[in-house]
């Protein structure tokens, strides 16, 4: 073994046992021993759920992750199995009849893709809207949204080890092939990124590219050492494998290849960042979380991590403030707060932004000033990711104050606007401009940018 790979072992890693990657589905529900537990009218409550919202979880979530004895209100449990109410009572009742009269698949399959259709299944236009065009031709599986970053979806990272209950990405899941953002073509991505020298970020995401193996992974992540690319300065890598499978760096088969890949790619001097998907400090408790993370670290990749917030998993401070505290002792870098997307099992997940903003105060007056780099909440929305800044008084007005994080037009980044304070709303369009006024100020330029492409799709230009 190369004092390369020696350098990434740790003792640790003896206690560490290897398991085979075991996964479960909806067509295997039932086989998931410790859903034994449960009553068999909740057993049958998730069998109709997961008939409509996209179902996977593995061995390692169910015997590592999950405290049974504290089901349902466990946060990893609810983050990854089915609950009834996330579902719309009359969707879930259509549903749950064709499951009592033991309808044909064909059946529950044509009423599960009406249902979704109910989910807005694509939020904030990210297929019509985002989609980059060289020499003409749309690229499949690209999404250049803001001036610096590209995301890219590569074709073969379409799923994760798990999937997430309130995924914003689930329609690219349930095999609506018409619903899906996807590529296998890397010369188009290096085409497009050698075409635009603005591009300083590449974002590989999915699902989640870590379901990759490492030589498709290399094939898309090699080239970019080329010189001609060296405008691509940051290499950032979705991921929530740390989380649900974090074998994948500590000992699977092609583990330690990927830590030399990732290495090659910070020695050529490209800033490599794991972009991960927490929801809870719960995830980083077991000792192979912790190996994987230690792992990365030592190749010179940064880890970033980012998420929503949501009710029923982390919807309190304290565990945020646990979580943010967490990653920084671990060499984490908290990046985002997120507000839970307006999509799937939102009406489960959402919080009024009021309420996501006090806790987002919380959980920040808790630590310490390393852990105050997350930005939140923030919503990604079609004219881009706005941040809640906080709630005041103006001249006797209740105000929300509102900045872009990352707006379709780089020149409306940064400044503050204003929204009339709205206890109960939980996204971008439930609010309205403070002070009487009309419009948001970036309005009619974003009905402008997206006019000669929404063409016969006017309604969708509301802000977000
Ligand atoms: C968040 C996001 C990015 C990255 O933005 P940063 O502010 O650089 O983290 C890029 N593209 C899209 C579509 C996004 O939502
Ligand atoms: S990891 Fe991300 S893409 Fe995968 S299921 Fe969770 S939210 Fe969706």
């Not at 304290?318 to 967490?326: E, F, L, V």
């Not at 307006?342 to 390393?370: C, H, K, N």
């Not at 105050?372 to 007005?397: F, L, Y």
């Not at 309205?432 to 997206?450: L, Q, S, T």
Request: glycine share 6%.
């Amino acid at each position: 073994m190369s004092s390369v790979l020696n350098f990434y072992r740790h003792e640790a890693l003896q206690e560490i046992k290897s398991r085979p990657f075991k996964v479960y589905t909806e067509r295997n529900l039932e086989q998931i021993p410790p859903l034994a537990r449960l009553s068999e009218a909740q057993r049958f409550e998730m069998k109709v759920v997961a008939s409509v919202l996209p179902f996977r979880v593995n061995g390692y979530i169910i015997d590592e992750l999950i405290d049974w004895e504290r089901v349902p209100d466990d946060p990893i449990y609810q983050l990854t199995f089915p609950q009834r109410d996330m579902l719309d009572p009359d969707a879930y009742e259509r549903m749950a009849q064709l499951h009592r009269r033991g309808a044909e698949r064909a059946e529950i399959a044509a009423l599960a893709q009406t249902l979704r259709q109910g989910l807005n299944p694509h939020p904030a236009g990210q297929l019509e809207l985002n989609r980059p065009v060289l020499n003409g031709q749309p690229l499949e599986g690209l999404q250049h949204k803001y001036r610096e970053t590209v995301l890219f979806f590569p074709t073969q990272g379409q799923t994760c080890h798990a999937y997430c209950t309130f995924c914003f990405r689930w329609a690219q899941f349930v095999g609506d092939k018409a619903l899906r953002i996807a590529s296998n073509q890397g010369d188009e991505l290096l085409h497009y990124l050698r075409a635009h020298s603005e591009v300083t970020d590449l974002l590989m995401t999915g699902g989640d590219p870590m379901v990759m193996k490492t030589r498709h992974l290399a094939q898309y992540l090699e080239p970019l050492m080329a010189p001609e690319l060296d405008h691509v300065q940051t290499i950032r890598i979705g991921t929530k494998a740390l989380t649900f499978w974090p074998h994948r760096f500590v000992n699977d088969a092609d583990a330690d290849d990927l830590l030399m890949l990732l290495e090659r790619l910070v020695k050529a001097g490209k800033h490599v960042a794991l972009m991960a998907h927490y929801n809870h400090w719960r995830e980083m408790e077991t000792p192979v979380a912790r190996e994987a993370i230690r792992r990365i670290r030592a190749t010179g990749a940064e880890i970033r991590s980012q998420g929503p917030l949501l009710a029923h998993i982390n919807d309190d401070a304290d565990t945020w403030a646990r979580m943010w505290q967490t990653q920084v002792r671990l060499g984490i870098i908290p990046y985002y707060m997120f507000g839970e997307r307006d999509t799937g099992a939102r009406r489960y997940f959402e919080v009024p932004l009021a309420r996501a903003w006090e806790i987002y105060r919380d959980a920040m007056s808790q630590v310490s000033g390393l852990a105050r780099t997350a930005r939140g909440p923030s919503m990604s929305a079609g004219p881009g990711k706005v941040e809640i800044q906080g709630v005041t008084d103006i001249h006797g007005e209740k105000v929300f104050v509102l900045r872009f994080i990352q707006g379709r037009n780089p020149d409306w980044v940064q400044r503050p606007f204003f929204a009339r304070y709205d206890e109960t709303a939980t996204w971008l369009n439930h609010l309205k401009p403070a002070f009487g006024e009309e419009k948001f100020f970036f309005e009619d330029e974003y009905a402008a940018i997206n006019a000669p492409r929404l063409k016969g799709n006017a309604g969708k230009t509301g802000p977000g």
